[in-house]
């Protein structure tokens, strides 16, 4: 078997050249991280390992998903906004969510109890 290609260690200098193509391409374009991995290595040369780019992805605190509690939490400001007669709109990652995206993962994450219902909370 031939010999895997090291993945080298790329300099800041070169990933914050690459974070706004990075960023189009995972979040904008909202492409898979495998597919990303390759758009980079055919595209701009660099070969990267999944576990590189995810962590780089970590400190530019690029995510596609929201744990259950910020759910809980985006859903609190939404009815606060709501009473107080004003609309919401949900960024992740510097990216627009969709009402109809925010409004499945809230009935998702943030359900009620029948006893929660009835006592208002």
């Known amino acids: 078997m031939p010999p895997r290609a090291k ?11 690459l974070q706004p193509v ?51 939490y985006v859903t609190h400001r939404i009815r606060k906004r709501h009473i107080a007669g004003k609309e919401s709109r949900v960024y992740l990652s510097g990216v627009r969510l ?3 995206t925010v409004e499945k993962a809230r009935g998702r994450h943030c359900y009620e109890t029948a006893m929660e219902k009835c006592m208002g909370g």
């Open 7 to 17: 993945k080298t260690d790329i300099k800041d200098e070169e990933w914050e050249r």
């Open 98 to 100: 969709k009402d109809a």
């Open 22 to 72: 990075i960023r189009k391409l995972y979040l904008t374009e909202d492409r898979s991280l495998k597919d990303v991995l390759t758009i980079l290595s055919m595209s701009q040369g660099f070969r990267l390992s999944k576990s590189q780019l995810e962590w780089k992805l970590k400190q530019w605190h690029m995510t596609k998903n929201m744990t259950s509690s910020e759910w809980k």
